[in-house]
T-cell receptor, first 114, second 115 residues
Framework: DTAVSQTPKYLVTQMGNDKSIKCEQNLGHDTMYWYKQDSKKFLKIMFS???????INETVPNRFSPKSPDKAHLNLHINSLELGDSAVYFC?????????????FGQGTRLTVV | AQSVTQLGSHVSVSEGALVLLRCNYSSSVPPYLFWYVQYPNQGLQLLLKYTSAATLVKGINGFEAEFKKSETSFHLTKPSAHMSDAAEYFCAASNFSGGYNKLIFGAGTRLAVHP
C-alpha cells in the first residue's frame, strides 16, 4: 500500500485553465503539506494542514487553494494557471503531536502549463 | 530566519570511493536535521534524521551523518559509493516553528557515480 499517494502523476494543461491535484495518506498522520519543486529542484513549502486546519500558508498566490476534507486528504486547486506554475508538486505528511518527526512524501505531480 | 546551505550542487565520485555531501544550517536554536534522497521521477525518501539523541546518525543504504554544533554542519557520508547511489540529495531542517513542523530544504546536491 502506498503511504502518500497523489493523483494525477502527470498533468499537462493550457494557460488559464483550472486544475486540481489530489493527495491521500494512509499513515494516520495528523499533518499534511504541499511542496513545490521548481525546475532547479528547489523545494519550497506552500501549505500545511493539521487536522483539517490551515497552519502554514507561505507567500503563495491566492490562485492556489488547498482543501482538506479530512485529515487523510489534502487537495490542491489551482485557478487560472500560468506558465510559471509549471513544476513538480509534492504532497507530504507527518505525525507531529508536539514533536518533530520526518515527513513522508508522495511521488509528485508534474504539472506542465503550455 | 532558518536556512540550509548545501555546498556543491553537483558531486561526482568513482564507484567505491568515499561520498561526502555537505550541509550547513543557520539557526539560533539547533534544529532537527534530515537527509532525503530523490531518485529520478520519484518522491523524496528519508535517509536519516538527527533529533538530538546522538550526534552520529546512521541511516539506510550505508549512509551516515554527523551533527557538529560548533560548525553548524550535518554532512552526509558513505564509505564506498555504489552506482545505485546516483540521485539528488537534500538536507532539511526543522525547529518546530510555532508548534508545528516546517521543513526548510537546501538546494540539493546531485551525486553522480561513475565506474
Amino acid at each position: 500500500d502506498t503511504a502518500v499517494s497523489q493523483t494525477p502523476k502527470y498533468l499537462v494543461t493550457q494557460m488559464g485553465n483550472d486544475k486540481s491535484i489530489k493527495c491521500e495518506q494512509n499513515l494516520g498522520h495528523d499533518t499534511m503539506y504541499w511542496y513545490k519543486q521548481d525546475s532547479k529542484k528547489f523545494l519550497k513549502i506552500m501549505f500545511s494542514y493539521n487536522n483539517k486546519e490551515l497552519i502554514i500558508n507561505e507567500t503563495v498566490p491566492n490562485r492556489f487553494s488547498p482543501k482538506s476534507p479530512d485529515k487523510a486528504h489534502l487537495n490542491l486547486h489551482i485557478n487560472s494557471l500560468e506558465l510559471g506554475d509549471s513544476a513538480v508538486y509534492f504532497c507530504a505528511s507527518s505525525q507531529d503531536r508536539g514533536r518533530i518527526s520526518e515527513a513522508f512524501f508522495g511521488q509528485g505531480t508534474r504539472l506542465t502549463v503550455v | 530566519a532558518q536556512s540550509v546551505t548545501q555546498l556543491g550542487s553537483h558531486v561526482s565520485v568513482s564507484e567505491g570511493a568515499l561520498v561526502l555531501l555537505r550541509c550547513n544550517y543557520s539557526s539560533s536554536v539547533p534544529p532537527y536535521l534530515f537527509w532525503y534522497v530523490q531518485y529520478p521521477n520519484q518522491g523524496l525518501q528519508l535517509l536519516l534524521k538527527y533529533t538530538s539523541a546522538a550526534t552520529l546518525v546512521k541511516g539506510i543504504n550505508g549512509f551516515e551523518a554527523e551533527f557538529k554544533k560548533s560548525e553548524t554542519s550535518f554532512h552526509l557520508t558513505k564509505p564506498s559509493a555504489h552506482m545505485s547511489d546516483a540521485a539528488e540529495y537534500f538536507c532539511a531542517a526543522s525547529n518546530f516553528s510555532g508548534g508545528y513542523n516546517k521543513l526548510i530544504f537546501g538546494a540539493g546536491t546531485r551525486l553522480a557515480v561513475h565506474p
